[in-house]
């Protein structure tokens, strides 16, 4: 991303963030329609494994939305709805930066989505069996008794055993040595967009004082939109797949 610099009282020259505007045009420039024209192209063409182009156009899909969410925090200058979609951008950098380093890998990205399945399944029986008489243990019971084979096919079609863990964006950032900036930033994001002491109080004493975070979280959430799709244009071509030009 741009930065502008400026002298400082000792005569050296260090960078300022982006101007907001410059932001806003840098992610309407690069997040046009097109990409869901795209998107469309893709998952039409031929292949014997189609979860590969999944994984991808869920990706960049779920990142023209994000962006989309992030442009609107800024302008409604909602720190909960920012941090929010910069965090999930963040994340949303670490998969991209994950699946593109290898088929096993996308493969693995493409079958943590029957994991979560499972997983929300154990802690649905897990709670059920917890509620002892409680007039809804039995509706539950049945929910799941139902919803147990269809699960059990899907996991054994994507060669998914049920113990396997899910993908903690955490654990693949360390893998991928995006670890201290994952942390940093996923810790900042967090304190904004949960319901921390910070969120809640800090507004009530910064009423009428600058305040730069809006600006910082729309940076950052701008360049990991612009690197994710970035990421994923040169995969796609590497595949010989329509690709996100801009």
């Known amino acids: 991303l741009p930065f502008a610099t400026c002298m400082c009282n000792n005569g050296t020259m260090e960078p300022q963030p982006p101007d907001p505007d410059v932001l806003l045009a840098i992610l309407d420039a690069r997040f046009t329609p097109k990409i869901l024209d795209t998107c469309k192209k893709i998952r039409q063409t031929n292949t014997d494994k189609p979860w590969q182009n999944d994984v991808v156009v869920g990706l960049a899909r ?22 929010w979609a910069a965090r999930t951008l963040l994340e949303l950098k670490v998969w991209a930066e994950f699946v593109t380093k ?12 029957y994991v979560d ?11 059920t069996a917890a509620l002892d008489d409680h007039p809804l243990k039995a509706a539950g019971q049945k929910i799941l008794d139902n919803a147990k084979p269809d699960l059990i096919a899907k996991l054994e ?5 049920e113990s396997e863990r899910y993908l903690r964006p955490s654990d693949v950032a360390k893998q991928l040595t995006l670890e201290i900036e994952f942390n940093i930033a996923n810790m900042t994001f ?3 967009a949960h319901a921390t002491a910070q969120s809640v109080l800090l507004p009530l004493y910064a009423e009428g004082k600058p305040d730069s975070k809006d600006t910082l979280f729309l940076m950052m959430g701008t360049g990991n ?10 995969y796609l071509k590497k595949r010989g797949l329509p690709a996100f030009e801009p």
Request: proline share 0%.
């Open 157 to 161: 079609a994507a060669e998914v055993s």
């Open 102 to 113: 290898s088929e096993d890998n996308l493969k693995r990205f493409y079958q943590d989505m």
């Open 62 to 83: 779920q990142c023209y939305a994000l962006q989309k969410h992030l442009r609107r925090g800024y302008q409604e200058s909602d720190a909960h709805y920012m941090a």
């Open 225 to 234: 939109a612009v690197l994710v799709i970035e990421k994923l244009t040169d």
């Open 117 to 127: 399945a499972s997983t929300a399944f154990q802690v649905g029986a897990k709670a």
């Open 190 to 192: 967090s304190k904004w």
